[in-house]
């Protein structure tokens, strides 16, 4: 992607693959492009967002301080069973960049979470 007015890269992209169960294989692996450790992640297609059939286990927290522990995300629990939380930390400095990552072992948490406006 890129700045529409400067037109340098915004420093991330997007890829559509053919086969959907291809995202899992590459977000398992490490990448390096031009010299940097980049992140991978999987988007959620607008259209599955807006029509709410997309269902998932993981949730994106944000405007998290950068002096919380990613334990703290532990707290999340008392919506059901936490499998994994991250909070991301940029590759070169290893700072917080203010927001993580929920995983909870069924999808029907976050969907009662967005019910009741939790998230």
Known sequence: MKDRYIGQSRGFG??????????????????????????????????????????????????????????????FSKYGKVVDHQIIHDLATNHSQGFGFIIFNSEQVVDDMLVTRVI
């Open 14 to 75: 997007f890829i559509t693959y053919a086969n959907p169960l291809v995202v899992d294989k590459v977000i398992e692996e490490n990448y390096v492009i031009n010299g940097k450790q980049v992140e991978i992640k999987r988007t959620i297609p607008k259209v599955s967002v807006q029509s709410r059939d997309f269902k998932t286990k993981k949730i994106f927290v944000g405007g998290v301080p950068t002096t919380i522990a990613k334990d703290n995300f532990r707290k």
